[in-house]
């Protein structure tokens, strides 16, 4: 009796499953109409689209699909983004973060990075922002996804050319985060050249003229906004043909060529109105009145700020009588949903003896499996206790590698010290007081012609030996930078080199604190091995060193026009030169970046972030 039981419950399962099947790959295609429908209204028709991709949602929790509750989460952390609902937003981006770490897709985490990176600058929190930008940077990186990483690289431009809204900077703080922008936006414009995303290209071009206007150039800034103007014409963006001819005026305005700026105001107030584009249409009015204030026409002025008070005005009136209409719609919408959800819970009633039966059936066809679920799930816990002892070991592992080469390095530069400290002062001191005396002893004896000849020649021979020890013991610890610092060290060293062939440039940025000196040491050695190599393998003909030191950061980047190389070499080279970089940063626990293609030259960036500088 036990065993037909046993059967019929076995049978009853499985016809139970394979109907399941069938259903599952149903209320799949219908998650991903609901996903797909939910994306597209965010643009067109936005006030749908929480309630598509909450129905995603719903659907994808019951049927525990990770991949599209992670979707919909992120849908809905835009949809909330675009209301300037930060919180929900960060939310719902940090669901569905938790989901994709769970699942470890890299590229989906990396797109919840940036996600999170736009919430946090609207946040006007810079270090969290800069943070998850960076964090997706690296990894679309890893990935060779040179799309994301150009739209990523614009995300932190305009965070850089943003950042005295987030933190007091002063002017010339300013200065250095609209540079930093201007790179970030010109690297981003290079990388989409090369896909030949021409929307990509037109958005740098948006964002420069943006910053160079904000930097007082705006005759630069105008240069790339008429490349955006005539992108929008070509394309019949009449939208974008709007707002371009107004950025246009104001430039032209700061250019004091107030005629341009008004016909350029002009233009765009007309094609509002023959393409119904009234939205915002009052601050065009404001702008055209501080453009003929300028001119000092001051009737025409007067005219457009009348305009703009009186529209401005209307606007308001109508946005408090909307909010109005929407507190009677959520009312009345509240109302008729406690009406649903007493019939729902008569419904429940009804249907609760039926749920009771058939998970009553479940469970006894469940325990069947329960058994060899349990063995199951021991032996993976048992497998996963290996693996965390394992990396724990390799962790150690790295650890005492790290350690070790701390030491050794250490020692090199305390060795380097003492070689120089008795170099200088001991064969050095020697040397000069042999010239001394010899020099004393030349005045006080009588030399034929030929001997003085040769004795002046010997002379010269100890100057040049004094002078070549002064330079090895500078290189082995140069004093500008025990003395001075990491500045004035670099600089000094890029100035000493001659070379005919390739033209050096040192270039700083940012305070001129000092740093802990093992980390000023290392980052000059470091220094010094980059230009070397860059001397000895790029055939280059510039180089350039830039140094960037801010409170608690400090940045090292060596770029060449050379002939570059395929990175994928270093990991069967021999040299030991970028290993042993790689190392001494590591050591540090600093961030070390190289990119390089054939023909294109390379760059090598170093970083350390710490706690304090060293005043």
């Not at 809204?165 to 414009?189: G, N, P, V």
């Not at 037109?202 to 150039?217: M, T």
């Not at 069947?368 to 070991?393: L, P, S």
């Not at 120089?420 to 005396?437: C, E, P």
Request: proline share 1%; with cysteine.
């Amino acid at each position: 009796m036990k065993i037909l039981n046993f059967f019929q419950h076995f049978f009853i399962l499985l016809l139970f499953l394979t109907l399941s099947n069938k259903s599952v790959a149903q209320t799949n295609a219908l998650i991903e109409k609901y996903l797909d429908a939910s994306k597209s209204s965010l643009e067109t028709h936005p006030d749908s689209c929480p309630i598509l991709a909450n129905k995603a949602l719903e659907l994808a929790t019951k049927s525990h699909v990770q991949e599209c509750i992670s979707k919909a989460n992120q849908i809905l952390g835009k949809y909330y983004t675009s209301r300037e609902d930060f919180g929900k937003a960060t939310q719902y981006f940090l669901e569905a973060l938790t989901i994709e770490e769970k699942r470890k897709d890299i590229k989906r985490i990396a797109d919840l990075h940036d996600e999170l990176g736009i919430v946090y600058s609207y946040l006007e929190n810079f270090n969290k922002s800069l943070g998850y930008y960076t964090s997706a940077l690296n990894t679309y990186q890893k990935l060779n996804d040179t799309f994301n990483i150009g739209k990523v690289t614009v995300h932190i431009g305009i965070l850089h050319s943003s950042r005295e809204y987030c933190q007091t900077r002063s002017r010339l703080e300013k200065t250095i985060d609209y540079r930093t922008a201007i790179q970030y936006f010109e690297k981003a414009l290079q990388l989409f050249k090369q896909l030949n995303n021409k929307g990509g290209i037109i958005n740098c071009y948006h964002n420069l003229a943006a910053v160079y206007n904000k930097f007082e150039q705006p005759g630069k800034g105008l240069k790339y906004m008429l490349e955006v103007l005539a992108y929008y014409k070509e394309t019949n963006n009449w939208d974008g043909i709007t707002g371009a001819l107004s950025n246009i005026g104001a430039s032209y305005v700061k250019l004091k060529d107030y005629k341009k700026s008004i016909e350029s105001y002009e233009e765009s107030l007309r094609i509002s109105k023959e393409r119904n584009l009234t939205g915002g249409i009052q601050f065009l009015y404001g702008d055209m009145a501080y453009a003929y204030k300028q001119a000092q026409d001051y009737k025409n002025a007067l005219e457009y700020y009348t305009k703009y008070m009186t529209l401005r005005d209307s606007i308001y009136n109508a946005d408090k009588s909307k909010q109005m209409f929407e507190l009677e719609t959520k009312y009345q919408t509240e109302k008729k949903e406690k009406e649903i959800l007493t019939l729902t819970y008569q419904k429940k009633r009804r249907n609760l003896f039926i749920i009771l039966l058939v998970s009553a059936f479940i469970i006894s066809a469940l325990a069947g499996f329960y058994v060899i679920q349990r063995i199951h799930t021991k032996k993976i816990i048992a497998e996963q206790a290996n693996k965390i002892n394992e990396q724990k070991i390799k962790q150690l592992e790295r650890d005492q590698q790290l350690i070790a080469t701390q030491l050794v390095l250490q020692g090199e530069e305390a060795e380097r010290s003492r070689l120089a400290k008795d170099l200088h002062d001991g064969l050095g001191g020697l040397l000069s007081g042999i010239k001394l005396t010899l020099s004393n002893m030349k005045g006080n004896v009588v030399l034929e012609s030929e001997s003085v000849s040769q004795f002046d020649k010997a002379l010269g021979m100890l100057d040049s030996s004094i002078q070549e020890l002064r330079r090895v013991a500078h290189n082995m610890m140069p004093e500008a930078l025990v003395k001075f610092g990491l500045k004035e060290a670099l600089s000094d060293f890029c100035h000493s080199i001659t070379n005919k062939q390739i033209d050096i440039n040192f270039q700083h940025f940012g305070l001129e604190n000092r740093f802990d000196a093992k980390i000023e040491i290392s980052m000059y050695r470091i220094a010094q091995e980059l230009i070397n190599n860059a001397f000895k393998h790029s055939h280059a003909t510039t180089l350039l060193v830039q140094l960037i030191q801010e409170e608690g950061r400090i940045n090292l980047s060596v770029q060449d026009n050379g002939k570059g190389f395929d990175t994928a070499i270093l990991k069967t080279s021999k040299g030991a030169g970028i290993a042993n970089i790689r190392s001494r940063v590591e050591s540090l626990q600093g961030i070390f970046d190289l990119v390089s293609e054939p023909d294109k030259g390379t760059e090598v960036t170093v970083e350390f972030r710490l706690n304090k500088s060293v005043q």
